[in-house]
């Protein structure tokens, strides 16, 4: 490949702002694009829709673009490295088949009993197995895992408290719930554990483990309410240590692998694996096919190696020469969120604060400029204000500090992220 190379990077929210300031480091770059981007500016936002491949391959083929790196999973599980399959750009992602194993909950929990990996007891229920479905319901301890099989937003999973919520949902699945994405239904075993996100780069022969994350999904602090995108991150995570990481490669990085292999998948790119610890062992909650946000803006300050080397080990399939180190310090974001957010909120607040110099990285969300240049908000999720220091406990405090600074109308964080990892 060449020493300089030209990237465009496919996505708009904290997770491509992270991968943007990383990659804007990397002294392989030469023009960074993000399509379509944010308020932030690591690199120069092009307005193409990143499903639009037709699109996207004008944009490559007209700026001399080396590299796509693809943020979200949409555009993966519909394909895209696929259709770039016979042109000389490089793609960051795999292709349509490995996407799968976001794509289908059910694709990804047969793959996982194939390949003996450690994930929970489930079936998997369509309208002709309704009734089967809801005897499966029986046999379980509540509360009940329910699980739309395509992609949902996000949304398509449902935790129900009692049995009959549970056949009840499960019906309203299947009649639609979801469309099409709920026209299969994964019910599984609830496990009772701590979660954490590991995250995997592979050229298909070899991986290397990124810095370990874990997430804050809930809205509300010490984990009440609804679900969101996430709320906050922290990474490094004190229970990932070495044994349970051991057993994390042992028992699922490495059966992953060997599986996509042994059936003919040639995977290139991330794999998250959103991990259960379950009394210390390891258990597939789910599979990601793209990095996870907002983890990714914790996980970026903390890899101290060069990115862009990393993409071309992924791309070349050279991953074993390349290092991936890891910063010691630890690492927080806490995420500012629009008021109303994960229902509906207003868009368009003025951001104010952001002149402030700071010790702390400010990555945009859901933010945009208008026409004097004023950053506003933009989606629910706003700002991911990440802090790095030599403990926990102090980038919390700094990460918290800065939310409450930056500042727009309606404006909501969550105060208690990382402490539940604190002594
Ligand atoms: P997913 O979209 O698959 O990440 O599921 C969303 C959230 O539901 C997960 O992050 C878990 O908190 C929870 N969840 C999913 N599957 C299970 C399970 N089998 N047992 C307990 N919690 C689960
Ligand atoms: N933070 C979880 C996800 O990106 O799916």
Known sequence: MK???????????????????????????????????????????????????????????????????????NPLVEGIADFFEEHPVKIIGPCREGARLEGSKEFAKEFMVRHHIPTARFMSVTEETREQGMHFLESLQPPYVLKADGLAAGKGVIIAPTLADAKDTLADMLDGMFGGASDTVVIEEFLTGIECSVFVVTDGEDYKILPVAKDYKRVGEKDCGPNTGGMGAVSPVPFADNEFMDRVTRQIVEPTLKGLKEEGINYKGFIFLGLMNVEGNPFVIEYNVRMGDPETEVVMPRLASDIVEIFEGIADSTLALKPVEEDPRAAVAVMLTSKGYPGTYEKGKE?????????????????????????????????????????????????????????????????????????
């Not at 300089?4 to 496919?10: E, F, G, V, W």
């Not at 193409?48 to 796509?68: C, G, K, S, W, Y």
């Not at 506003?376 to 220091?389: Q, W």
């Not at 030599?390 to 992220?417: C, L, N, S, T």
């Open 3 to 73: 020493d300089i190379i030209n990237i465009l990077l496919l996505g708009s929210g904290g997770r491509e702002c992270a991968m943007a300031w990383k990659i804007s480091q990397s002294p392989r770059l030469g023009n960074l694009y993000v399509a379509p981007g944010n308020a932030a500016s690591y690199g120069t936002n092009v307005p193409l829709n990143p499903m639009d491949f037709e699109a996207v391959r004008q944009f490559v083929d007209t700026h001399d673009i080396d590299m796509i790196v693809v943020g979200p999973e």
């Open 351 to 423: 951001i104010t604060g952001l002149d402030t110099p700071a010790d702390v990285l400010r990555f945009h969300a859901g933010t945009r400029r208008d026409t004097l240049g004023r950053v506003l908000t933009d989606g629910g999720r706003v700002m991911a204000l990440v802090a790095l220091a030599p403990d926990i406990a102090e980038a919390a405090a700094m990460a918290k500090a800065e939310a409450a600074q930056v500042d727009f109308e309606g404006k909501y964080f969550r105060r208690d992220i990382a402490t539940d990892l604190v002594d």
